[in-house]
Structures are given as structure tokens and as C-alpha cells.
């Protein structure tokens, strides 16, 4: 199983990237797909996931309105759309799979049996 993130990068600060999240050897139509952050000194904090069982998707407070997750099924892709960056995004951003995640405990590390490398995303002016 591999989890590879892509997109990551440098952005003026109200900027927007788009991360990647590619999986192989797991099959998106069974597996709960969610991002997670980790700044510079802080823990690992969960962003966004979504559903693999009926595309529903939830967002951590820090990021709603911004922040918008989806998937290709076709291609085994998840991707995360974030806009209005601000310097508090900087971090790097991890995508990882779960086979099965509870609606409320979808931003627990624990949940999850495989995760990415990560990707950086520096907001700076």
C-alpha cells in the first residue's frame, strides 16, 4: 500500500494550493481517506476526511469554509482544495487511509492503517 502526497508548496498568504493524495494498492471505494497537519512544534491534528461508503465529508473547524475535500474514485485520488492560506496552514499535510473510521473519531490518528510521507505547505508573504 502506498499513500503519495503532491501539490505542496510556497503561497503568498489569501493564496490557494491544491493537494494530491494517490493511493495504490487499496481501492478507494472501500477506504476512508482524510487529511491531517502537523506544524512546526505542534501534534498531528485532522483536517478533512471523507466517506468511502457515501462520499460524506468532514471538516475540522480551523479550516471550514476554506478547505474542501473530494475524491476520484476512478483515478484512486483524494484531493484537498485550500483556499484563503493563511500563515497558520503552514505545515506539513499527511493523507492517510482507513478501512473503517466512525464519524466522530475521523480525525483520530489512531484510526488509520496507512499514511503518506507528507507534503510541506509554507504560507509566507
Known amino acids: 500500500v502506498q499513500l503519495v502526497e503532491s501539490g505542496g508548496g510556497l503561497v503568498h498568504p489569501g493564496g490557494s494550493l491544491r493537494l494530491s493524495c494517490a493511493a495504490s494498492?487499496?481501492?478507494?471505494?472501500?477506504?476512508?481517506i482524510a487529511w491531517f497537519r502537523q506544524a512546526p512544534g505542534k501534534g498531528r491534528e485532522g483536517v478533512s476526511c471523507i466517506s468511502s461508503s457515501d462520499g460524506s465529508t468532514y471538516v475540522a473547524d480551523s479550516v471550514k469554509g476554506r478547505f474542501t475535500i473530494s475524491s476520484d474514485n476512478a483515478k484512486n485520488t483524494v484531493y484537498l482544495q485550500m483556499n484563503s492560506l493563511n500563515p497558520e496552514d503552514t505545515a506539513v499535510y499527511y493523507c492517510?487511509?482507513?478501512?473503517?473510521?466512525?464519524?466522530?473519531?475521523?480525525?483520530?490518528?489512531?484510526?488509520?492503517?496507512?499514511w503518506g510521507q507528507g507534503t510541506q505547505v509554507t504560507v509566507s508573504p
Open positions: 492517510a487511509a482507513a478501512l473503517r473510521v466512525g464519524i466522530l473519531a475521523w480525525s483520530a490518528i489512531g484510526e488509520y492503517d496507512y
Open positions: 494498492g487499496i481501492d478507494l471505494d472501500y477506504y476512508n
